[in-house]
């Protein structure tokens, strides 16, 4: 069966510095793969996907994502956080029949 | 403008009270789903469907209930809510060979 687990909870950064949200992924064959933010009272944003090809990906608002797949990981990253990127981000995996983690909660230090 | 909508944003209502939260959507997908989502969970999908009059459970029982008579609205229904039922409710649809999906804002339902 599908799974995603995030194991961070919270994370607390300050603005500027360099964000990694952690993504491990349980799937039966090639996973498709995706990040979400939520901002709050809103509801989810695609920040991006991972389908096939190039296991680094790019993003909107200046997020990538790395895929391992010896390590069923996929890792987002940014270089420079902005007090804006304050949000709930949700990794999931599948296509139709999603399955989601159950997020983490990014905190910006000013 | 292609969305996708959901009202109301809020919704405080007393136990035993008939309820339904709408969703539309106006980018022509066949797809839609209904998702419940509590603070520190998984989203957890409730119902789907893959077009006109296709309605599906999904994995977390739900005693809510769902129709598809038009492609653009999938309204959520609960015929008698109880407090066990608030939460967070976000309406999504995707193309019908999409992967990825595309939400609404949600509606945030407490019923007292």
């Known amino acids: 069966a599908q799974s995603v687990t995030q194991p961070d909870i919270h994370i607390t950064v300050s603005e500027g510095a360099s964000l990694e949200l952690r993504c491990n992924y349980s799937?039966?064959?090639?996973?498709?793969l995706f990040w979400y933010v939520q901002s709050p009272g809103q509801g989810l944003q695609l920040l991006l996907k991972y389908f096939s090809g190039d296991t680094l990906v790019q993003g909107i608002k200046g997020f990538e994502a790395e895929f391992k797949r010896s390590q069923s990981s996929f890792n987002l990253r940014k270089p420079s956080v902005h007090w804006s990127d304050a949000a709930e981000y949700f990794c999931?995996?599948?296509?139709?029949?999603?399955?989601f983690g159950a997020g983490t909660r990014l905190t910006v230090k000013p | 403008e292609a969305d996708i909508y959901q009202t109301p944003r809020y919704l405080v209502i007393g136990t035993g009270k008939k309820i339904t939260l709408e969703c539309s959507q106006t980018?022509?997908?066949?797809?839609m789903y209904w998702y419940q989502q509590d603070p520190g969970m998984e989203l957890h999908l409730i119902h789907y469907?893959?077009?006109?009059?296709?309605?599906e459970k999904g994995d977390l029982s739900s005693e809510s209930t769902v129709s598809r008579i038009r492609t653009e609205h999938f309204p959520l229904t609960l015929e008698s809510a109880r407090p066990s039922h608030t939460s967070q409710y976000l309406c999504a649809s995707s193309e019908f060979r999409g992967l990825e999906q595309f939400f609404g804002p949600g509606t945030r339902l407490t019923v007292l």
């Open positions: 469907s893959y077009g006109v009059n296709s309605t």
């Open positions: 999931a995996v599948g296509a139709g029949d999603m399955r």
């Open positions: 980018m022509g997908h066949d797809k």
């Open positions: 799937y039966g064959a090639t996973p498709y």
